[in-house]
């Protein structure tokens, strides 16, 4: 199988590899970019094919309309050229130092206001140290913030400044894993692998190819930029001698294959050292969620809690089963549940307008604005208003709160006795089944439990504070048309994102042009940052727009899942629109039919369109660099933090509201897509242009610093993925690499007058195939079983018990079991815990 599919990788680079007279070779790619016709010397049997489609008459020209108004909306322009990627020209050495320059006084001023801020508002850069406790398990070896130094010397400043710096780098794995988690650890560790892979890579294409463009760009002419002299742009092949023309084509097929084994190599052992974490981490889950399983599509006569108990029971005895969880359908319970959550929050409201509030209920209430499901800053600042001015404010809400908790009590009785009664229109079709024992559970995962192997489908439950319980309980119909409808949104966001950059620039690029006529300085500026703060500006609006389609149309199981979502969307869309958009002529509609007529000259295309624009791809990771260091200043949280202090709260109540940060463009996914995205544009332009391994290298170093202060010492632990964003990334790393590979047969290709070095460099994707097939073997997923039996017989981790795997508003209430003559008030102080939710860090708090 492995070499069925490195053949079908290999086979459109051979058919594209073919040594044509470089006129025919130059049509055909005049063809694919401008969309006219390519001869049948060129592709024989295409007038055949064209002939055979004539019938659909009615199809194409439904198609040809839509390209029609398209290409209209973006004005007959190139996508690259309406998101400001500009080709190589002689002035961008200038372009790029005053960029750079620009970039260095940007990050040192915000790095100035960073260690300012650190030291004004402590509660939004360090976490205090309940919250350190309450994310470690109490773990006393960890430091609680970044130290304070007493500033008495010019050492003392330098250590106040930058001594963070040394202690994130020291910190161990396991003090890392403790405060962010595995998942922030496996971020951190994509950056050391990324330096690395910078480092390596430059070892050859530095230190090797510079030198020999360096002195073949000698050989033909005196001029240029130390930048064009030591890339391979511009370098005119044709007025080599034949021993300098196969010095440079057989160094750059040797570099594609070091370029690919090394990369393999790093990967492969990265995935091993994540391995023994990730064993680790397995290990150390706590019950229930070591111990259970999601199951899903139920058959009808298993959709009850003592069915589904009796089901399993019988497959590995009643001694192996804990306990069956029927996933339930609330809807009426849920409303009833949300408001009397309300009533319980317009209560305190107004005892704390009268100063009735019993002692030690005021640190419990605090949290109540931030977990209200739908209670909104507005509706809270309106009901806080209704309370000062209501005269008996207090006795109201403690009728409206006694009348909606026997509302509840009534409505969960309701909701249990359907799921006795197995009703279709409680039960769902997905539950969770608890074991006894951690052995038992992983050998219920193995079997196929039906013929039909789409029925009982079980897998790995998430975190149970993080399992979305209302898109488990839809209808497999509704999950099939939310996920048909989801790819048909994400298809019309590829299609129309050009023409909306289009409509948005012709209202704003003129504006901004006006200003610069007088000041070629300024328009070197405008030319080296914000053309691509352009980019980055643009693509920063996708993860919202992506995010609001995954949370409210996909059927995720848990929060967490969907930054998994938007980490393989928010890649797939930078892939196109960042490194691939400069071969989009047209449209998306335009550039598929081509690529569909004409696969085998895809390198072609690739060779011809993307090397022209090495250097603005140099600015775009310069512009990553200052944007790590503006994440520091954490701009958001801080002016939530500082909204809530103007309001009158404490510093503990305020950062409670101000944090997560933004889950949708700084959340794991999309974070994880940014770093995966610049380092796949460094690998792919590396050959071409060897300086973009410099600011490569420079982009993860400076990454590593902010995100390991952001993740260990600022921001709110997340639910833990256990790795799963790294294993992504990883795989949208050896992407990147076929890219590169198929990008340098096309440009050795129309290089060499021979078809020996393209097949060798082809040779390469065979290479990869390996490396990738090597690295998937590795099984990542779940324990070996050895493992998990040796924690079984240990028993390691009893007693230690995380959440449950029940509807919140199913669960009883602390109300239901305390029935003393106390006041309504101190029972609901009492009751307080089980109405809080922690956030689930997906952008649908």
Not at 72 to 89: D, F, I, P, R, Y
Not at 104 to 128: E, I, N, Q, T
């Amino acid at each position: 199988m492995s070499w069925a599919l490195i053949g079908l990788l290999v086979l459109p680079v051979v058919a594209g590899v073919r040594v044509d007279s470089p006129d025919n070779r130059s049509a055909t790619v005049a063809a694919l970019q401008t969309g006219g016709h390519v001869s049948t010397t060129l592709q024989p049997g295409l007038s055949t094919k064209a002939g055979n489609t004539e019938g659909s008459t009615v199809g194409n020209d439904t198609l040809q309309e839509v390209e029609n108004f398209l290409s209209h909306a973006m004005g007959n322009q190139s996508t690259s050229g309406l998101v400001g990627v500009s080709k190589n020209a002689e002035g961008d050495f200038e372009t790029m130092k005053t960029a750079f320059y620009f970039n260095l006084g940007c990050s040192l001023v915000a790095f100035a206001l960073f260690s300012a801020l650190r030291f004004l508002f402590p509660a939004v850069y360090s976490k205090d140290a309940e919250e350190v406790a309450a994310e470690s398990d109490g773990s006393p070896q960890l430091a609680l913030e970044p130290p304070s130094y007493r500033v008495r010397s010019a050492g003392d400043v330098a250590t106040a400044l930058f001594g963070w710096m040394s202690i994130v780098r020291a910190m161990q794995d396991e003090e890392i894993i403790a405060r962010c988690g595995l998942d922030g650890l496996q971020m951190l560790e994509l950056l050391r692998l990324g330096g690395r892979l910078a480092i390596l890579w430059s070892t050859m294409i530095i230190c090797l190819l510079c030198p020999l463009h360096y002195y073949l760009h000698l050989h033909i002419s005196s001029g240029g930029s130390l930048l064009s002299i030591t890339s391979m742009n511009g370098l005119a092949v044709d007025r080599l001698g034949h021993q300098h023309y196969l010095l440079l084509i057989w160094m750059h097929t040797a570099t594609v294959w070091f370029v690919v084994l090394a990369a393999s190599h790093e990967v492969y052992n990265a995935q091993c050292r994540f391995l023994e974490r990730r064993f680790e981490w397995l290990k150390q889950i706590p019950e229930p969620r070591a111990t259970t399983l999601l199951v899903e599509n139920l058959p009808q006569e298993c959709r009850s809690d003592f069915a589904l108990h009796q089901y399993f029971a019988r497959l590995f005895s009643a001694d192996a089963i804990s306990r069956a969880y029927i996933v339930r359908r609330t809807d009426r319970l849920r409303r009833v549940f949300v408001e009397m959550e309300r009533a319980a929050y317009d209560l305190h409201c107004a005892q704390s307008s009268r100063g009735t509030q019993p002692q030690g209920t005021q640190s419990q209430m605090s949290q109540s604005p931030s977990t209200l499901p739908g209670a909104g800053t507005a509706r809270q600042s309106l009901q806080s208003a209704l309370c000062c001015h209501r005269r008996d404010a207090v006795g109201f809400y403690t009728r409206e709160l006694e009348a909606l908790r026997e509302a509840v009590v009534k409505e969960r009785k309701a909701v249990e006795e359907g799921v006795m009664a197995m009703d279709p229109e409680v039960c769902s079709c997905a539950g969770f089944v608890t074991f006894t024992s951690r052995r038992m559970c992983m050998l219920a995962r193995s079997p196929q439990y039906r013929a039909d192997s789409r029925q009982i489908t079980v897998t790995m439950p998430p975190d149970p504070q993080d399992v979305r319980f209302q898109d488990l309980a839809k209808d497999p119909k509704v999950q099939a048309s939310g996920n048909i409808t989801a790819a048909g949104l994400l298809l019309l966001i590829f299609v129309v994102w050009a023409p909306l950059i289009a409509t948005f620039m012709d209202k704003v690029e003129p504006v901004l042009l006006s200003f610069f006529k007088e000041s070629p300085g300024i328009q070197h500026l405008v030319q080296g940052v914000l053309s691509t703060g352009a980019l980055k500006m643009f693509m920063s609006f996708l993860p919202t727009m992506l995010m609001a389609i995954i949370s409210n149309v996909l059927t995720l199981k848990a929060g967490t899942w969907a930054q998994l979502k938007l980490q393989d969307w928010y890649f797939s869309f930078q892939v196109v629109f960042v490194l691939l958009v400069t071969a989009i002529i047209g449209t998306i509609l335009d550039v598929l039919a081509k690529v569909l007529a004409h696969p085998g000259e895809v390198i072609y295309l690739l060779a011809d369109a993307l090397p022209g624009f090495s250097n603005f791809y140099i600015n775009y990771l310069m512009l990553g660099c200052l944007v790590h260091v503006f994440d520091l200043l954490r701009v958001a949280p801080l002016a939530k933090y500082l909204f809530a202090r103007a309001r009158g709260g404490d510093a503990s109540d305020a950062r409670r509201v101000s944090e997560p940060e933004d889950q949708d463009s700084d959340g794991m996914g999309a974070r994880m897509a940014k770093i995966t995205l610049h380092l796949v544009v460094a690998c792919v332009f590396g050959s071409c242009c060897p300086v973009i391994l410099v600011f490569a290298w420079l982009y993860c170093s400076i990454g590593g610093l902010t995100y390991g202060y952001l993740l260990i010492y600022a921001e709110t632990k997340k639910p833990d993925m256990g790795g799963s964003f790294w294993v992504k990334s990883l795989r949208h790393v050896f992407a990147g690499l076929a890219i590169y590979v198929l990008l340098m047969v096309g440009l050795i290709s129309q290089a060499s007058s021979t078809r020996e070095a393209p097949l060798v460099a082809g040779l390469a994707l065979a290479a990869l195939a390996l490396g990738y097939f090597r690295f998937a073997a590795l099984s990542w997923e779940t324990l070996p079983f050895e493992a998990i039996v040796e924690v079984d017989l240990a028993d390691r981790e009893r007693g230690k018990h995380h959440g449950d795997y029940t509807q919140a508003e199913c669960q009883k209430l602390p109300f239901e079991r305390d029935r003393s003559e106390k006041p309504v008030s101190q029972r609901f102080s009492q009751s307080q815990p089980s109405f809080r939710r922690e956030k689930r860090g997906d952008g649908t708090d």
